[in-house]
């Protein structure tokens, strides 16, 4: 089944580090994105990668990195400079995209997501 | 301002009932929106795309207006199954809205 895949659904971390969320696709998609979410909000863009290689800050990238090696992969490493990590992060992706602000208009689909909780 | 923006809600709907969400946006640069329905704590799925002055799908209508910059999402014919947050996008600049909370009531 084609997909995209989270891992792992809950992680809990200590505060002062690093920790890395893993996201899989293969829809054969060459856009990959970010998102945070936190209670009653809606979903934040932290980064995205249009292509492997390359990838563009979102709205709220600092505290976060990205690397995107792979077509397939685009893990997301929280790093002990985010101050509030605690959230609900999502993995979407789509088949490509111009780049923010860009008349590309495709549909972007979701993981299941990850539920980081900093103790 | 907020790129887009929602009612969040409540809307509590007995089953049957039409109900209509609506999305405003300030770029009037965004080009094509998407709703998303998001269930309790799992990620948001694609319900519809729009791309000029509307779309629908069965039950689902989603229309576009451009000069007052909104998108409206209509849900005819409620069932219990619709109770979810239905969240907005605007689709080339990666924005969403807060969403806005339904629940059909038997």
């Known amino acids: 089944d084609g997909g995209i895949t989270q891992s792992p659904k809950y992680l809990f971390r200590k505060e002062g580090q690093n920790v890395t969320l893993s996201c899989e696709q293969n829809?054969?998609?060459?856009?990959m994105y970010w998102y945070r979410q936190d209670p009653g909000q809606g979903l934040r863009l932290i980064y995205y990668?249009?292509?492997?290689?390359?990838?563009q800050k979102g709205d709220i990238a600092e505290g976060y990195s990205v690397s995107r090696e792979k077509k397939e992969s685009f893990p997301l490493t929280v790093t002990s400079a985010q101050k509030n990590p605690t959230a609900f992060y999502l993995c979407a992706s789509s088949i490509w995209t111009s780049g923010r602000g860009s008349s590309s208009y495709n549909e972007q689909f979701f993981g299941p997501g990850t539920r980081l909780t900093v103790l | 301002r907020k790129e887009v923006e929602q009612d969040p809600g409540p809307f509590n709907v007995p089953e049957g009932a039409t109900v209509a969400f609506n999305c405003t946006y300030s770029n009037s640069a965004s080009q094509s929106f998407f709703w998303y329905r998001q269930d309790c704590r799992k990620e948001p799925k694609l319900l519809m795309s729009v791309y000029s002055s509307g779309n629908e799908d069965g039950r689902f209508t989603a229309q576009l207006n451009r000069a007052s910059q909104y998108i409206s999402l209509l849900i005819r014919d409620s069932k219990l199954s619709d109770s979810a947050t239905y969240l907005c996008m605007t689709g080339n600049q990666f924005y969403f809205g807060t969403g806005t909370s339904l629940t059909v009531i038997p």
């Open positions: 990668s249009q292509i492997v290689n390359d990838f």
């Open positions: 829809l054969n998609h060459d856009a």
